[in-house]
Structures are given as C-alpha cells and as structure tokens.
C-alpha cells in the first residue's frame, strides 16, 4: 500500500495532474501516437485471452514462457471487475485530476462505464520506464518498478484497453508484466509511442 500511494504522487510525464504531483512538459506530445488503432504499431488482441492467439501476435516477451502463459490466461483476464464497495476506494487511486475522478464517479453511477484493477511491474531494469494506459476517453501515466503497483481504471465492457509506451528510461524497450492472479506474464518489449490493446471483460 505504501508503494502505490507513494508512486502516485511522482510527477506525470503526461504533463498531466494526478491529484497529487504538478505535471511536466508533456513527453506524449511529439510523439505523433495513434490510439484510434490504425496505427502500424498497434497490437490488437481480440476475442478472449486466448494464449495460441496472444502469443501468436507478439504480445508476450518470450518463447520460454510460453507454455506457462497458455496455462495462466485460459479463462483469465488482465483487469479484475471492481465491485461496488471497492468503488470509492478505486476512484481515489485513479492517476488523474480532482474532475476527471468525478467524472468517472459520475459515469460509472449512471452505468455508462466500470471500473477494473490492473498489476503491473517492470519485468527487468528498473531503469524509469512509463507506460501510458488508456480507456473510456480517460488515460493514466504509470511508472514502472520492479514492485508490483495496483491501480484502477475506467473501461468500457467490451472495449479494448490501450497500453502505450511512453518513456524508456533505459534505452532498452519499455519492459513490464502483468499480472493474472498468482501468474506473472511479460508483454512483448515496447518501444516508445509503440501500443498494444488487452481485451476488457
């Protein structure tokens, strides 16, 4: 718990408020990002999460981790539907300005949208890489560490969610995993402005 609230308060490279931290020049601006998914960088992901189907588009980093990949994903899904009385609690964590979260509050009141949790790690240096992660008109900018950091987003059923490289602090491709309950599973490297869309639940 300590991690998370600590890491929302660093500043966005989105340029954007947190509610926490005052943003900087917005890294995103030049990078000419195409999240209509038109763009040649997208990796679409449709259907369920089928593994033979992921791993066949290069969603997953490595040959190796294959076969445990199929056993995690069958049936699985990246994001975990927020009940109700973990609204307001997931509504606190979002990585966005005061307006935005009721925004949010608001649309997921009148059922026009819902809320999901999603885990993510560096999955080798930690070495300052940022993912952006968007959906349902809304986007958060997400530092990643070697620690596991929960957080929540907005989604719209049935719409895919879209992760963004943002900031490879390293030089070496924006490394990260995701988790599915006790499985660990390492995405395909991005570069960045490079995106990959995850199927919603």
Known sequence: MAENDQRQTRADPGGRDNGNAQGQPDIGSGLGLNLSGNSPHMWLVGGGLLAAALVSVGLFGTPADDQKNQAATSGSSLIRPIGTAETEQAIGKLMMSG??????????????????????????????????????????DVPLKHAPYT??????????VTVTGLVDGGGGDITVSVYVGTAVLSLKPLKTGETLQVPAP
Do not use: H, M
């Not at 957080?151 to 895919?160: E, M």
């Open 99 to 140: 307006p935005e979260k009721e925004r949010v509050r608001a649309e997921v009141a009148d059922g026009k949208l819902r809320l999901g949790w999603i885990t993510v790690s560096d999955n080798f240096d930690e070495d300052g890489d940022w993912v952006r992660v968007s959906a349902a008109g809304f986007r958060q």
């Open 151 to 160: 957080f929540a987003i907005p989604y719209l059923p049935g719409t895919p």
